[in-house]
């Protein structure tokens, strides 16, 4: 099936790499027009890369003038906003909770879960102006399911991600705006291959499939779910994650 997506206007974030790149990549293919959003920079060579139906905006997502600097540049340069995957995500350092420094919380807080209520609070509006509904897709992680020792701000911000996700679905299915959360487990983003050896060893010998997965796995969820496929589909978490929460 090809041009699931024609016509969408979707604003990606954390599109400079990894999981959100992969999405990217997959909802133009698919014939949607993708502002493609980081902080680094390398949503620039995405965009290149993708060519006239994808636009890089740099953006830093836990602060409200970027996001809405952001949705508008769907608006701006697309005339509507359709689907939007808060994606980006930051992991923070590895501390017990009683070593964990204050600063360091609140920047993981900010990022991946302020981030997603800035995503979600200043999108909708715009969803239900130009589009009449909307699809959002936001990135949780199976940390909001399981202890992760060591990674007390990061497991804490994806849980609020998850609850946030089903509060804001039952609160806006009425006016057709579908949220729905993904729950990666090991995946071979940056991120995960910058954590020490032993610890992604531990992670994937403890998936029953017995491999890391890949973003293109996550993307594929993205856009089912940001599709008009998954029209009948909201306030769900879903765990990509090779059967490691099973047990």
């Known amino acids: 099936m090809s041009g699931r997506l024609q016509g969408k206007v979707a604003v990606i974030t954390g599109a400079g790499s990894g999981m ?18 980081d902080i680094t920079g390398a949503q620039d060579d995405v965009a290149a890369a993708i060519g006239t139906s994808c636009v890089g905006i740099k953006a830093d997502v836990s602060r409200s003038v970027d996001v809405i600097m952001m949705l508008s540049a769907a608006i701006d340069h697309f005339g509507r906003l359709d689907i939007l995957c808060n994606n980006a995500g930051i992991q923070g350092p590895l501390a017990l909770t009683a070593d964990y420094e204050e600063d360091d919380w609140d920047r993981v807080m900010a990022v991946n879960l302020k ?6 609070k200043h999108a909708i509006p ?6 009449g509904k909307g699809a959002i897709v936001n990135t949780s992680s199976m940390a909001a399911l399981v202890a992760f020792p060591q990674l007390p701000a990061y497991s804490a911000s994806k849980g609020g991600v998850s609850v946030l996700t089903r509060q804001t679905a039952a609160e806006y299915a009425s006016q057709n705006i579908r949220v729905n959360g993904i729950l990666p487990g090991a995946i071979d983003t940056g991120m995960t291959r910058g954590m020490p050896a ?6 994937i010998d403890a998936t029953l499939m017995g491999r890391i997965g890949t973003p293109d796995e996550i993307a594929n969820l993205a856009l089912f779910l940001a599709s008009d496929e998954a029209s009948f589909i ?14």
């Open 20 to 37: 959100g790149l992969a999405m990217a990549k997959r909802f133009c293919a698919e014939g949607a027009k993708v502002v493609a959003v």
């Open 126 to 131: 715009l969803m239900l102006k130009t589009a």
């Open 115 to 120: 981030g997603v209520f800035l995503g979600m």
């Open 234 to 247: 909201t306030g769900t978490l879903t765990a990509v994650d090779g059967g490691y929460t099973l047990l």
């Open 198 to 203: 032993d610890y992604l060893k531990a992670a």
